[in-house]
Protein backbone atom coordinates (compact mmCIF):
# COMPACT_ATOMS: atom_id res chain seq x y z
CA UNK A 1 0.00 0.00 0.00
CA UNK A 2 1.26 3.80 -0.77
CA UNK A 3 2.12 5.00 2.68
CA UNK A 4 0.63 8.03 1.82
CA UNK A 5 -2.85 6.36 1.86
CA UNK A 6 -2.52 4.92 5.08
CA UNK A 7 -3.97 7.98 6.98
CA UNK A 8 -6.65 8.54 4.97
CA UNK A 9 -7.98 4.76 5.29
CA UNK A 10 -7.39 5.25 8.86
CA UNK A 11 -10.31 7.83 8.50
CA UNK A 12 -12.84 5.12 6.44
CA UNK A 13 -12.06 2.71 8.75
CA UNK A 14 -14.52 4.51 10.94
CA UNK A 15 -16.99 5.66 8.81
CA UNK A 16 -19.77 3.93 9.21
CA UNK A 17 -21.91 2.16 6.31
CA UNK A 18 -25.65 1.31 6.11
CA UNK A 19 -26.92 -0.71 3.93
CA UNK A 20 -30.43 0.85 2.91
CA UNK A 21 -33.22 -1.90 1.87
CA UNK A 22 -36.22 -0.91 -0.36
CA UNK A 23 -38.93 -2.55 -1.61
CA UNK A 24 -39.25 -1.91 -5.46
CA UNK A 25 -41.12 -3.68 -8.46
CA UNK A 26 -39.53 -5.43 -11.60
CA UNK A 27 -41.14 -2.52 -13.86
CA UNK A 28 -38.90 0.26 -11.71
CA UNK A 29 -35.71 -1.83 -12.06
CA UNK A 30 -34.62 0.03 -14.94
CA UNK A 31 -35.07 3.41 -14.40
CA UNK A 32 -34.03 3.27 -10.78
CA UNK A 33 -30.70 1.80 -12.03
CA UNK A 34 -30.65 5.30 -14.95
CA UNK A 35 -31.52 7.25 -12.30
CA UNK A 36 -29.20 6.05 -9.16
CA UNK A 37 -25.93 5.73 -12.16
CA UNK A 38 -26.21 9.36 -12.18
CA UNK A 39 -25.09 9.54 -8.14
CA UNK A 40 -21.85 7.99 -9.16
CA UNK A 41 -20.52 7.80 -5.63
CA UNK A 42 -23.43 5.82 -4.39
CA UNK A 43 -23.22 2.08 -4.54
CA UNK A 44 -26.74 0.15 -4.79
CA UNK A 45 -27.31 -3.23 -6.41
CA UNK A 46 -30.63 -5.58 -6.76
CA UNK A 47 -31.81 -8.82 -4.92
CA UNK A 48 -34.65 -10.89 -6.00
CA UNK A 49 -36.18 -13.02 -3.45
CA UNK A 50 -39.19 -15.26 -3.64
CA UNK A 51 -40.21 -13.16 -6.85
CA UNK A 52 -39.90 -9.96 -4.64
CA UNK A 53 -37.42 -7.33 -5.89
CA UNK A 54 -35.25 -5.22 -3.19
CA UNK A 55 -33.04 -2.33 -4.08
CA UNK A 56 -29.57 -2.30 -1.76
CA UNK A 57 -28.10 1.14 -1.26
CA UNK A 58 -25.24 1.82 0.50
CA UNK A 59 -24.39 4.97 2.58
CA UNK A 60 -21.92 6.36 4.91
CA UNK A 61 -23.47 7.84 7.85
CA UNK A 62 -24.81 11.50 7.61
CA UNK A 63 -26.05 11.05 3.65
CA UNK A 64 -29.76 10.43 3.04
CA UNK A 65 -31.12 8.08 -0.27
CA UNK A 66 -32.32 10.06 -2.61
CA UNK A 67 -35.95 12.04 -2.52
CA UNK A 68 -37.21 9.44 -5.40
CA UNK A 69 -37.52 6.21 -3.58
CA UNK A 70 -39.96 7.28 -1.65
CA UNK A 71 -41.09 5.74 1.36
CA UNK A 72 -41.13 2.36 0.40
CA UNK A 73 -37.88 1.91 3.02
CA UNK A 74 -37.66 -1.72 4.84
CA UNK A 75 -34.55 -2.00 6.69
CA UNK A 76 -31.46 -0.33 7.53
CA UNK A 77 -28.77 -1.93 8.24
CA UNK A 78 -25.16 -1.41 9.68
CA UNK A 79 -22.48 -2.77 7.81
CA UNK A 80 -18.20 -3.59 9.16
CA UNK A 81 -16.36 -1.24 8.40
CA UNK A 82 -13.49 -3.09 7.19
CA UNK A 83 -15.78 -4.85 4.59
CA UNK A 84 -15.32 -1.43 2.47
CA UNK A 85 -11.26 -1.41 2.93
CA UNK A 86 -10.89 -2.76 -0.13
CA UNK A 87 -13.22 -0.42 -2.24
CA UNK A 88 -11.80 2.35 -0.48
CA UNK A 89 -8.39 1.98 -0.86
CA UNK A 90 -9.25 1.00 -5.10
CA UNK A 91 -10.89 4.85 -4.67
CA UNK A 92 -7.77 6.19 -3.71
CA UNK A 93 -5.67 5.28 -6.68
CA UNK A 94 -4.28 7.34 -9.70
CA UNK A 95 -5.99 5.94 -13.09
CA UNK A 96 -6.19 7.20 -16.96
CA UNK A 97 -9.00 9.15 -17.80
CA UNK A 98 -8.23 8.96 -21.17
CA UNK A 99 -4.76 8.99 -23.61
CA UNK A 100 -2.27 11.61 -21.48
CA UNK A 101 -4.53 12.59 -18.85
CA UNK A 102 -4.22 11.18 -15.04
CA UNK A 103 -6.90 11.45 -12.09
CA UNK A 104 -4.82 11.38 -8.65
CA UNK A 105 -7.82 11.90 -6.10
CA UNK A 106 -5.14 11.73 -3.12
CA UNK A 107 -2.51 14.53 -4.96
CA UNK A 108 -0.21 12.06 -4.45
CA UNK A 109 2.04 12.11 -7.68
CA UNK A 110 4.39 14.49 -9.71
CA UNK A 111 3.52 15.77 -13.07
CA UNK A 112 5.93 14.77 -15.48
CA UNK A 113 4.47 14.19 -19.34
CA UNK A 114 1.03 14.49 -20.08
CA UNK A 115 -1.89 16.02 -17.95
CA UNK A 116 -2.69 15.11 -13.82
CA UNK A 117 -5.95 16.27 -13.01
CA UNK A 118 -6.33 16.38 -8.59
CA UNK A 119 -9.94 15.42 -8.12
CA UNK A 120 -11.43 13.73 -4.90
CA UNK A 121 -14.40 11.76 -4.48
CA UNK A 122 -16.78 13.71 -2.64
CA UNK A 123 -21.18 14.62 -2.91
CA UNK A 124 -20.75 15.95 -6.61
CA UNK A 125 -20.69 13.28 -9.59
CA UNK A 126 -17.31 13.67 -11.37
CA UNK A 127 -14.23 11.15 -10.39
CA UNK A 128 -13.71 10.90 -13.64
CA UNK A 129 -14.18 6.88 -13.78
CA UNK A 130 -17.56 6.74 -15.01
CA UNK A 131 -17.34 5.82 -18.34
CA UNK A 132 -19.65 8.49 -19.48
CA UNK A 133 -17.05 10.89 -18.24
CA UNK A 134 -14.55 9.50 -20.36
CA UNK A 135 -16.01 9.46 -23.32
CA UNK A 136 -16.70 13.01 -22.40
CA UNK A 137 -13.05 13.89 -21.92
CA UNK A 138 -12.09 12.00 -25.13
CA UNK A 139 -14.01 14.25 -26.82
CA UNK A 140 -12.71 17.44 -25.60
CA UNK A 141 -8.81 16.53 -25.84
CA UNK A 142 -10.24 15.93 -29.78
CA UNK A 143 -11.86 19.13 -30.59
CA UNK A 144 -10.29 21.95 -28.15
CA UNK A 145 -7.88 23.88 -29.38
CA UNK A 146 -5.91 26.92 -27.49
CA UNK A 147 -7.68 29.56 -26.26
CA UNK A 148 -11.25 28.27 -26.98
CA UNK A 149 -13.98 29.65 -24.97
CA UNK A 150 -15.72 26.21 -22.91
CA UNK A 151 -19.14 25.86 -21.54
CA UNK A 152 -19.50 22.49 -18.90
CA UNK A 153 -22.84 22.23 -18.58
CA UNK A 154 -23.47 19.74 -15.38
CA UNK A 155 -19.72 20.44 -14.14
CA UNK A 156 -20.79 18.13 -11.24
CA UNK A 157 -16.75 18.07 -9.59
CA UNK A 158 -16.24 20.37 -12.57
CA UNK A 159 -13.42 17.68 -14.12
CA UNK A 160 -14.28 18.28 -17.28
CA UNK A 161 -14.25 22.64 -17.12
CA UNK A 162 -10.69 21.40 -15.44
CA UNK A 163 -9.45 19.18 -18.46
CA UNK A 164 -10.75 21.89 -20.71
CA UNK A 165 -8.65 24.57 -18.98
CA UNK A 166 -5.48 22.62 -18.63
CA UNK A 167 -6.08 21.36 -22.52
CA UNK A 168 -5.18 25.59 -22.90
CA UNK A 169 -9.15 26.56 -23.13
CA UNK A 170 -8.93 30.59 -23.02
CA UNK A 171 -12.41 30.87 -21.02
CA UNK A 172 -13.73 27.64 -19.25
CA UNK A 173 -17.49 28.38 -17.67
CA UNK A 174 -18.80 25.08 -15.59
CA UNK A 175 -22.34 25.39 -14.37
CA UNK A 176 -24.28 23.04 -11.84
CA UNK A 177 -27.75 23.37 -10.68
CA UNK A 178 -27.03 21.95 -7.23
CA UNK A 179 -25.27 24.08 -4.96
CA UNK A 180 -23.21 21.05 -3.47
CA UNK A 181 -21.41 20.68 -6.68
CA UNK A 182 -20.91 23.75 -7.46
CA UNK A 183 -19.45 24.43 -4.00
CA UNK A 184 -17.05 21.12 -4.83
CA UNK A 185 -16.10 22.49 -8.10
CA UNK A 186 -14.85 25.82 -6.57
CA UNK A 187 -12.62 23.52 -4.09
CA UNK A 188 -11.24 21.18 -7.51
CA UNK A 189 -10.65 24.39 -9.39
CA UNK A 190 -8.82 26.50 -6.84
CA UNK A 191 -6.65 22.81 -5.70
CA UNK A 192 -5.67 22.11 -10.18
CA UNK A 193 -5.17 26.31 -9.73
CA UNK A 194 -7.24 26.72 -12.92
CA UNK A 195 -8.74 29.64 -14.47
CA UNK A 196 -12.84 28.69 -14.16
CA UNK A 197 -15.83 30.62 -13.86
CA UNK A 198 -17.93 28.13 -11.52
CA UNK A 199 -21.77 29.25 -11.81
CA UNK A 200 -24.93 28.15 -9.87
CA UNK A 201 -27.24 27.74 -12.80
CA UNK A 202 -30.07 25.60 -14.11
CA UNK A 203 -29.32 24.49 -17.26
CA UNK A 204 -29.06 27.82 -19.25
CA UNK A 205 -30.78 30.14 -17.09
CA UNK A 206 -27.63 32.49 -15.85
CA UNK A 207 -25.07 31.66 -18.61
CA UNK A 208 -23.76 34.33 -20.97
CA UNK A 209 -21.50 34.59 -23.91
CA UNK A 210 -20.90 32.45 -26.91
CA UNK A 211 -18.71 29.71 -26.93
CA UNK A 212 -16.34 27.62 -29.18
CA UNK A 213 -17.60 24.31 -27.36
CA UNK A 214 -20.26 23.20 -24.75
CA UNK A 215 -20.04 19.61 -23.21
CA UNK A 216 -22.82 18.66 -20.99
CA UNK A 217 -22.76 14.82 -19.45
CA UNK A 218 -26.35 14.60 -18.58
CA UNK A 219 -29.38 12.16 -19.41
CA UNK A 220 -31.00 11.99 -22.58
CA UNK A 221 -34.40 13.72 -21.50
CA UNK A 222 -32.16 17.38 -20.37
CA UNK A 223 -29.92 16.91 -23.33
CA UNK A 224 -32.35 16.94 -25.98
CA UNK A 225 -33.54 20.28 -24.67
CA UNK A 226 -29.81 21.39 -24.51
CA UNK A 227 -29.21 20.61 -28.43
CA UNK A 228 -31.82 23.02 -29.17
CA UNK A 229 -31.07 25.77 -26.42
CA UNK A 230 -27.12 25.36 -27.35
CA UNK A 231 -27.56 26.60 -30.60
CA UNK A 232 -27.91 30.46 -28.99
CA UNK A 233 -24.76 29.90 -27.12
CA UNK A 234 -22.73 28.44 -29.77
CA UNK A 235 -20.26 30.29 -32.18
CA UNK A 236 -21.18 28.96 -36.09
CA UNK A 237 -19.04 25.72 -36.52
CA UNK A 238 -18.96 25.03 -32.65
CA UNK A 239 -19.21 22.24 -30.93
CA UNK A 240 -21.53 20.21 -28.93
CA UNK A 241 -20.30 17.06 -26.78
CA UNK A 242 -23.35 15.42 -25.27
CA UNK A 243 -22.62 12.36 -23.04
CA UNK A 244 -24.41 10.15 -20.65
CA UNK A 245 -27.03 8.69 -22.90
CA UNK A 246 -28.25 5.42 -22.89
CA UNK A 247 -27.82 3.94 -26.07
CA UNK A 248 -31.67 3.38 -26.93
CA UNK A 249 -31.87 7.12 -26.52
CA UNK A 250 -29.01 7.69 -29.23
CA UNK A 251 -31.73 7.61 -32.26
CA UNK A 252 -33.91 10.47 -30.70
CA UNK A 253 -30.90 12.73 -29.50
CA UNK A 254 -29.32 12.52 -33.65
CA UNK A 255 -32.87 13.05 -35.10
CA UNK A 256 -33.28 16.05 -32.80
CA UNK A 257 -30.02 17.31 -33.32
CA UNK A 258 -30.62 17.11 -37.42
CA UNK A 259 -33.51 18.86 -36.93
CA UNK A 260 -31.49 22.01 -34.99
CA UNK A 261 -28.77 22.13 -38.02
CA UNK A 262 -25.99 19.98 -36.37
CA UNK A 263 -23.87 17.30 -38.32
CA UNK A 264 -22.75 14.18 -36.76
CA UNK A 265 -19.00 13.76 -35.95
CA UNK A 266 -18.22 10.97 -33.69
CA UNK A 267 -20.13 8.73 -31.58
CA UNK A 268 -18.78 6.62 -28.53
CA UNK A 269 -19.80 3.57 -26.63
CA UNK A 270 -19.27 1.98 -24.03
CA UNK A 271 -21.51 -0.71 -22.01
CA UNK A 272 -25.04 0.56 -22.20
CA UNK A 273 -23.90 4.38 -22.64
CA UNK A 274 -23.20 6.28 -25.66
CA UNK A 275 -21.51 10.12 -26.18
CA UNK A 276 -21.66 12.32 -29.24
CA UNK A 277 -19.93 15.03 -30.88
CA UNK A 278 -21.94 17.45 -32.95
CA UNK A 279 -21.03 20.34 -34.75
CA UNK A 280 -23.23 23.33 -35.19
CA UNK A 281 -23.62 24.26 -38.98
C1 LIG B 1 -23.68 12.98 -14.64
S1 LIG B 1 -23.19 14.41 -13.75
C2 LIG B 1 -21.79 14.93 -14.73
C3 LIG B 1 -20.65 15.50 -13.91
C4 LIG B 1 -19.38 15.78 -14.71
N1 LIG B 1 -19.60 16.79 -15.73
C5 LIG B 1 -18.87 14.51 -15.36
O1 LIG B 1 -18.90 14.40 -16.58
O2 LIG B 1 -18.44 13.61 -14.63
C6 LIG B 1 -24.49 15.52 -14.18
C7 LIG B 1 -24.47 16.82 -13.41
O3 LIG B 1 -25.46 17.65 -13.97
C8 LIG B 1 -26.11 18.37 -12.97
N2 LIG B 1 -27.44 18.76 -13.48
C9 LIG B 1 -28.55 18.00 -13.63
N3 LIG B 1 -29.56 18.74 -14.14
C10 LIG B 1 -29.08 19.99 -14.32
C11 LIG B 1 -29.64 21.21 -14.81
N4 LIG B 1 -30.90 21.28 -15.21
N5 LIG B 1 -28.85 22.31 -14.86
C12 LIG B 1 -27.56 22.25 -14.44
N6 LIG B 1 -26.98 21.13 -13.96
C13 LIG B 1 -27.72 20.01 -13.90
C14 LIG B 1 -26.15 17.41 -11.79
O4 LIG B 1 -26.28 18.12 -10.56
C15 LIG B 1 -24.80 16.70 -11.93
O5 LIG B 1 -23.80 17.34 -11.17
Same mark, same amino acid.
Given at each position: ?????? =??????? +???I?E????? !????????????????? +?K???? /?????????LY?????? @??????????????????????????????????????????? !???? /???????? !? =????????????????????? /???? =????????????????????????? /???????? @??????????????? +????????????????????????????????????????????????? !???????? =???????????????????????????????
Amino acid at each position: MNDALE =PLLGVLV +VIQILEYTFTI !SEDEVDTLEEKLLLFET +VKFCFV /RVDRKVFLKLYLSGGEE @PPDFLGSRLVEVKSLKPGDWLEKAEEFQQPFELVDGVIVDPTD !SIKE /RDGIVLKI !S =PGLAFGTGRHVTTKMAARLLC /RVIE =PGMHVLDLGCGTGILAILAARLGAG /RVVAVDND @PLAVQKALEEVEKNR +VDVNVILSDAFDKVEGIYDVIVSNMYAEILLEIVEEAKNFLYNGGYLIL !SGILKEKF =PAIVNVAQAYDYELIENLGDGEWCAMLLKSV
